[in-house]
């Protein structure tokens, strides 16, 4: 089972920041969070992630609260392709063998013109 | 650098038959995962290979199989396909070193069994 709980639809307009929340109360100190999404029918694109630290790169920024138990994804300024299933996904570490992406259902991200 | 292709795109079979599905990894990747979306079950792990070894299985069937050759490229197969076998089948290479690398998805292969 996903060990992360998402809402399951947000909406946001165009050219506006979208926060997008994850829940992982059961997180594990070497669980990484990893953020991916996906465009209708295409496959999963992989975001950003992160352990403890907040993180940014060209897609988005990840921001993780102390206790690690929650964390939202930050669209900076959407755009109408950003309209996507958005997947929170938590994982383990360099020593841990689940190699395996557990994928819950998603929130599905709409932007509006 | 190239992404994850997969081949076909697209495919119909039916009921009954097998099919191959391929997938060439990142260039330098070892390990190649797949997994099936389906609307009813969403996205679910089937297995990883890495070094031409299948490392880590998820819960399918016999039926869904897959192998991995010596320059990383994977193949799975179905047989005896089923209706409820209709789906996308992802691939995701990554380095493979360890669990904690990130894993980059190819297009996907959409089977429909008729």
């Known amino acids: 089972d996903a060990k992360t709980t998402q809402p399951t639809s947000m909406d946001c307009a165009e050219g506006r920041a979208a926060n997008l929340p994850c829940n992982h109360s059961t997180i594990s100190g070497n669980e990484y969070v990893y953020w991916y999404r996906q465009i209708h029918s295409q496959g999963p694109q992989y975001i950003i992630h992160?352990?403890?630290n907040n993180e940014t790169n060209e897609m988005a920024s990840l921001i993780i609260t102390e206790d690690r138990k929650s964390s939202t994804l930050i669209l900076p300024h959407a755009t109408l392709r950003d309209t996507a299933v958005y997947y929170c996904i938590v994982r383990g570490g360099p020593m841990d063998s689940s190699y395996k992406l557990i994928f819950g259902s998603g929130t599905r991200l709409l932007v509006r013109p | 650098k190239a992404g994850v292709t997969q081949t076909p795109r697209y495919l119909i079979k039916t009921r009954g038959q097998q099919v191959t599905l391929s997938c060439s990894p990142i260039?330098?990747?070892?390990?190649v995962s797949w997994y099936q979306q389906t609307p009813g079950q969403g996205l679910q792990f089937l297995f990883e290979?890495?070094?031409?070894?299948?490392?880590n299985k998820g819960n399918f069937p016999g039926r869904f199989s897959g192998r991995q050759f010596s320059n990383s490229r994977s193949e799975m197969n179905v047989s005896t396909l089923e209706l409820g076998d209709s789906a996308l089948y992802l691939c995701?290479?990554?380095?493979?070193?360890?669990?904690?690398?990130?894993?980059?998805f190819g297009p996907g292969t959409r089977l429909l069994v008729l």
């Open positions: 260039s330098g990747h070892r390990s």
């Open positions: 290979y890495f070094s031409e070894t299948q490392r």
């Open positions: 995701a290479s990554s380095l493979g070193g360890s669990g904690a690398e990130t894993q980059y």
């Open positions: 992160g352990l403890k």
